[in-house]
């Protein structure tokens, strides 16, 4: 245990800084506008922002036939869609054709790989 404390209080930072840290006099909190924001403005309110903003497609409900996150418990199933897949879509890889699919593993193989693959070198 003394031998650590000895070793910690031996160790020096590699980096060295110029000069005492003093902050800045004054900082300018008031909200500003992105550098690299489309209109170099801020929206007037929050709602006027949400109204026109797009994440990964419209934010406002109305405009979009999906329904949103929370609200698919409020209409039939039948209304949402077939789940059957469509032409060209499977749902799981064994669907797939036969060239798509995973090949089995040979013997060699997981013997090469239990044994670290020191076993293809052997």
């Keep these: 245990m003394n031998a650590t404390r000895v070793l910690l209080q031996q160790r020096q930072p590699m980096i060295k800084f110029l ?7 004054r900082i300018d909190h ?4 992105h550098p690299a924001s489309p209109t170099h403005e801020l929206p007037e309110s ?4 949400r109204k026109k903003a797009q994440q990964h ?3 406002n409900p109305q405009k979009s ?8 418990g409020g209409h039939s199933a039948r209304s949402l869609g077939s789940v059957e897949p469509a032409k060209g879509e499977y749902f799981d890889r064994s669907e ?11 013997q060699a193989e997981m013997d090469a790989i239990e044994s670290g693959g020191a076993s293809m070198f052997a």
Excluded at 30 to 33: Q, R
Excluded at 46 to 49: C, E, H, N, Q, V
Excluded at 65 to 72: C, E, K
């Design 96 to 106: 797939l054709p036969s060239r798509f699919r995973r090949t089995p593993w040979s």
């Design 46 to 49: 929050f709602a006027s922002y």
């Design 57 to 59: 497609g419209p934010l």
């Design 30 to 33: 008031a909200p500003h506008a």
């Design 19 to 25: 000069g005492k840290r003093t902050p800045p006099a």
């Design 65 to 72: 036939s999906i329904p949103p996150v929370g609200q698919i």
